[in-house]
T-cell receptor, first 115, second 109 residues
Framework: GAVVSQHPSRVICKSGTSVKIECRSL??????MFWYRQFPKQSLMLMAT?????????EQGVEKDKFLINHASLTLSTLTVTSAHPEDSSFYIC???????????FGSGTRLTVV | KQEVTQIPAALSVPEGENLVLNCSFT??????LQWFRQDPGKGLTSLLL?????REQTSGRLNASLDKSSGRSTLYIAASQPGDSATYLC????????FGAGTRLTVKP
């Protein structure tokens, strides 16, 4: 079955630094990838939709200059949290698919802690 | 924008009970609906995927139904076990994929 690899699984960074999270589809071409954020005891909130070769579409309230998304190939999308602050600490998870009718496969998530 | 609602928010049942989790969505123009399980501090485990043309899917003790026209789905868990304790999320795929807030299930031994 479809596999999505997300790295790193955990990262601790200092306030003010940037962190890059990678999401790779291992055995299929992902034309669309979604990035979600989940705060403790809350559900997954869609941050942005990423289509290969085009700019990401961000949800209202998500700062595109802070959360940089690059979907440069059909197998890789990256999320960079720039100038991270403690309030950015969260669980970030990606999903990838080649078409909505086929369903989407989720990565294992990245737990970001900003100290 | 698609809105997904899950009821109840939390549920506690004794072991062995059959139970139903509910999911509703506002826009019926969907491709499919998925039910996931999430354990504390973990990622998502896909349980069932129902295409928009389907009415239900079954996997073991789990049965999910979909009524697209009314914007509803249910997840039925038969003979619940303590190992079923987790948060159950439904997600609806249309132009994007959006989640409900989840139902936190506790099955007591």
């Amino acid at each position: 079955g479809a596999v999505v690899s997300q790295h790193p699984s955990r990262v601790i960074c200092k306030s003010g630094t940037s962190v890059k999270i990678e999401c790779r589809s291992l055995d299929f071409q992902a034309t669309t990838m979604f990035w979600y954020r989940q705060f403790p005891k809350q559900s997954l909130m869609l941050m942005a939709t990423s289509n290969e070769g085009s700019k990401a579409t961000y949800e209202q309230g998500v700062e595109k200059d802070k959360f940089l998304i690059n979907h440069a190939s059909l197998t890789l999308s990256t999320l960079t949290v720039t100038s991270a602050h403690p309030e950015d600490s969260s669980f970030y998870i990606c999903s990838a698919g080649s078409g909505a009718s086929d369903g989407y496969t989720f990565g294992s998530g990245t737990r970001l802690t900003v100290v | 924008k698609q809105e997904v609602t899950q009821i109840p928010a939390a549920l506690s049942v004794p072991e062995g009970e059959n139970l139903v989790l509910n999911c509703s969505f506002t826009d019926s123009a969907i491709y499919n609906l998925q039910w996931f399980r999430q354990d504390p501090g973990k990622g998502l485990t896909s349980l069932l995927l129902i295409q928009s043309s389907q009415r239900e899917q079954t996997s073991g003790r789990l049965n999910a139904s979909l009524d697209k026209s009314s914007g509803r789905s249910t997840l039925y868990i038969a003979a619940s076990q303590p190992g079923d304790s987790a948060t159950y999320l439904c997600a609806v795929s249309g132009n994007d994929m959006r989640f409900g807030a989840g139902t936190r299930l506790t099955v007591k031994p």
